[in-house]
């Protein structure tokens, strides 16, 4: 285990940017009973924790998410700004940017009643196979963490704390509750605890989320690594489980655990007061976890007699949001591919545009798992292309292909409420006896509750959840009902039962795990068109249940694939340009679990090739948050990879397409050309999950391999081109000084445009095991064309040291190291040598 106190350099100045009156927290601490103390460390409820009126501390609430503010209520009816991906704001590479979003999420969470946000998820990418690769940042140390401490500042800034997660080893979701990372110590330290460190000592991160993986034999909300690495740093804030991560009792209790969620069931309850009272968990570890949670409560407001330690942020307007979701999204598009400069298009050129592919009309915006949220609107290409070009361009849409391969939820346009004759459904709430307890109306077939039903309806009162809505066909052929949950269900047509079904996981699989991707049960419908169906579905609550979620779903007669795919074709040849929309899904992108292959779903990668044979002006638009392989990416003259990118995605791309904006990022994560062996496996082996790459993950592993990857780390076109006309290299690294790199750079190109420098470290002749190069640091310049820019690149002292397991410490190891500065890892443009004793 390291001793993390070599690691890493002291908190306590940003720390104390964060005081409160220490004094009259033990104060208030000293009033309260065992029974008391114990009770703040767990859930009231899903999110929220338990008040205690004694002392004036009041409900605090967290919610998820890393794309947007979830708040208690997950559904339509309480929207939240979309924001892009961490992928998509990590390949900004501008922490200003970055830090400006998570003051827009603190003054979503305090429009929304939150005052903890369980985000960035700061774990690497580890491989591309990855279930939450898109809600990661990047499979660089230095990337992630200064990005994820960008976030964080600039959530915390808004008097909201930021929960840094998942503590650690957590980049895998297969046997995600079980599996043991086994990972060697250096490799823990310079690649998987580095972001965590830059985050927590560099921002001052109020909360920290344990993971539910083991760790060289340690369940992470017990692993002595807590205290050993976490308040060795001198972090006075507070560890939180992430949802139902904790286990023993005892264990948990004498870690540095602090909160166990969600509540009000679990290991810190009654049987953490018992475990205190026969001396198995000392009342000062409880003290301490009380305490801990007590400071945190203050800083965010919600103990009386203590201000928030930053000003609260007020929620942005609407106009607001949309024009810097919209930025942003721009500016983390990766324009990897612009053969003879196809983009941007030119307006004045274009009279007829195909817009192309299963994401044209319906974008994707973020991912599966705990990071969706219910934006209030999302654009889609084909709606920010409308808004752009104007009724005087006239866009051809084509789906070509189909993706999903489950039920989608229904949506209003399918269905309408019984009762109030709206689009919708309705919904009502039984009790044993049939009597209706509650209702609402829904836009949505997407239905969660947690704790109650709405108003005043506990869960614990209803007996069954009916979900009602007439469907109309809006054309002939077969339609496809059905619904997606666990449990007892019983779906009637016109009042005729049609569907009486047990829906159970596969044996073992986690209750998390298994909510978020459900098993199903649909009937099939023969409609001609205007006929019209009343279907109702029922779902029996569970007792004991405080969760309960299901998913209504309506499918319309499908086209024949073939069909779909010539009327594409056919669309592209009479355009002036096609664009081609492709991407993933919730299917084989998301939380719960990881991906088997990187190939495009369906059959979108012979669309592709299709559509640029029957028009060579063909610009493909890649809608993943994740890598995906491409094998046709050499065909094509232009290729835009635009992430998962928030609810402006639409107008943000047809900014870039029409070059009203530059395609702003660089890739913060190495793009395969193939699937291979240089992609490390997320399947654990007899529970155990080897880390056997060490520290050779991502470019680090292509360039020890010597392979070409399809796009290289840091790779990102722009709309002009720079060449370096000066690089210098400043200061004493073997005197514990940080090294200042300064890079003159000349816009050679016929626009203004913005260019980011990253600074790589190399050690040729190295008696230490190292990677080829690795990213020391990183800065940006912007410059009219014809114009100069300056920029100074700080490489932080340790960037040159190298992690000791033997001594448990950091070790500079003399020589002479090379910095080079470029526009990727492997496009690099000036250099220097630092020598080193």
């Not at 892009?84 to 305090?110: F, H, K, M, Y």
């Not at 890598?627 to 046709?632: C, G, T, Y």
Request: net charge negative.
């Amino acid at each position: 285990m390291p001793d993390s106190a070599q690691t890493v350099s002291p908190a306590v100045t940003v720390f104390q940017s964060a005081r409160v009156d220490e004094a009259e927290l033990a104060r208030r601490l000293a009033a309260l009973s065992l029974e008391q103390k114990v009770h703040l460390l767990t859930g009231q409820d899903w999110w929220a924790m338990h008040m205690e009126p004694a002392i004036g501390l009041g409900r605090l609430v967290m919610s998820d998410g890393p794309a947007g503010v979830r708040g208690e209520l997950w559904d339509e009816r309480d929207p939240s700004a979309n924001v892009p991906s961490a992928t998509a704001l990590a390949a900004t590479w501008d922490e200003d940017r970055v830090q400006r979003i998570g003051r827009l999420l603190a003054g979503e969470a305090r429009r929304k009643g939150v005052d903890v946000l369980l985000a960035p998820t700061v774990n690497l990418h580890r491989t591309p196979y990855g279930g939450r690769h898109f809600e990661c940042f990047s499979e660089d140390p230095l990337l992630t963490g200064r990005i994820g401490a960008a976030y964080v500042r600039g959530v915390q800034s808004g008097g909201v704390a930021a929960t840094v997660k998942h503590f650690v080893g957590n980049e895998t979701e297969t046997q995600r509750f079980t599996y043991n990372a086994i990972i060697d110590e250096r490799t823990l330290v310079e690649l998987y605890i580095a972001p965590f460190d830059a985050i927590v000592n560099g921002a001052g991160a109020w909360a920290v989320m344990a993971a539910y993986n083991s760790v060289n034999g340690h369940t992470m909300t017990e692993h002595p690594m807590l205290a050993a690495v976490l308040h060795t740093w001198g972090y006075d804030g507070i560890v939180v489980s992430d949802w139902y991560a904790a286990r023993d009792t005892v264990r948990a209790g004498n870690a540095a655990l602090d909160v166990a969620m969600p509540g009000p069931p679990g290991p810190f309850g009654d049987a953490l007061v018992a475990a205190v009272r026969d001396g198995r968990v000392s009342e000062s570890a409880v003290d301490d976890k009380a305490l801990r949670y007590l400071r945190l409560a203050a800083r965010v407001g919600r103990l009386n007699g203590f201000p928030p330690v930053t000003a609260i942020e007020l929620p942005q307007s609407d106009e607001q949001v949309a024009a810097e979701l919209r930025s942003t999204a721009a500016a983390g598009f990766v324009l990897v591919r612009n053969e003879g400069a196809v983009l941007p298009l030119r307006r004045e050129e274009l009279r007829r545009v195909a817009v192309i592919g299963p994401n044209a009309e319906v974008a994707r915006t973020l991912g599966g798992g705990s990071a969706t949220v219910f934006p209030p609107y999302t654009i889609s290409p084909v709606d920010g292309l409308r808004a752009a070009l104007g009724a005087d361009v006239e866009i051809g849409v084509a789906v070509g292909v189909t993706t999903h391969t489950r039920l989608q939820p229904a949506m209003a346009r399918d269905m309408t409420d019984p009762a109030s004759g709206e689009p919708g459904l309705e919904v009502r709430f039984l009790a044993a006896d049939g009597a209706v307890l509650g209702t609402e109306h829904r836009s949505s077939g997407a239905l969660f509750w947690t704790g109650n039903f709405g108003g005043d309806v506990p869960v614990t009162d209803v007996a069954t959840v009916e979900v009602r809505g007439r469907l109309r066909a809006v054309r002939a052929g077969e339609w496809t009902v059905g619904v997606q949950g666990l449990g007892a269900y019983v779906v009637s047509v016109n009042d005729e039962q049609v569907i009486d079904a047990i829906l159970l996981p596969p044996e073992g699989t986690p209750i998390i795990e298994a909510g978020m991707h459900p098993p199903s049960v649909v009937t099939r419908l023969e409609l001609a068109e205007g006929d019209e169906r009343d279907i109702t579905a029922r779902h029996a609550v569970a007792d004991g249940t405080s969760i309960v979620g299901l998913t209504f779903c309506v499918q319309e007669p499908q086209r024949e694939a073939a069909d779909d795919l010539e009327a594409a074709v056919a669309l592209a040849r009479d355009a002036d340009v096609a664009i081609v929309v492709v991407g993933t899904t919730a299917e084989v992108e998301s939380e719960g679990f990881d991906r088997d292959s990187l190939a495009l779903p369906g059959d979108q990668d012979e669309l592709v090739r299709r559509v640029v044979a029957a028009n060579p002006r063909t610009i493909v638009v890649v809608n993943a948050g994740a890598p995906v392989l491409m094998p046709w990416a050499d065909d094509v003259p232009a290729v835009l990879l635009t992430w998962f990118s928030g609810q402006e995605y639409g107008n943000a791309l047809a900014d870039v397409l029409l070059g009203l904006v530059e395609p702003g990022g660089r890739l913060p994560t190495t793009w395969p050309a193939v699937e291979g062996p240089l992609l490390p496996a997320c399947t654990p082996v007899d529970g155990r999950l080897v880390y056997g790459e060490g520290l050779h993950i991502g470019y680090r592993a292509y360039e020890k391999g010597g392979v070409e990857p399809r796009y290289w780390f840091g790779h990102g076109l722009g709309y002009t081109d720079w060449e370096y006309a000066a690089f210098t290299a400043m200061g004493n690294v073997a005197e514990g000084e940080d090294l200042v790199v300064r890079a003159v750079l000349r816009n050679t190109g016929t626009r203004a445009g913005r260019d980011v420098v990253q600074v790589y470290v190399s050690r040729p002749l190295s008696s230490v095991e190292r990677p080829v190069r690795w990213l020391g640091g990183f800065g940006s310049v912007t410059a009219a064309a014809g114009r100069d820019a300056i920029v100074d690149v700080r490489i932080p002292a340790r960037a040159f040291q190298h992690y000791d397991p033997h001594t448990h410490s950091w070790r500079l190891e003399p020589g002479t190291f090379t910095v080079s500065a470029g526009r990727s890892v492997a496009d690099l443009r000036a250099e220097a040598t630092v020598a080193v004793g």
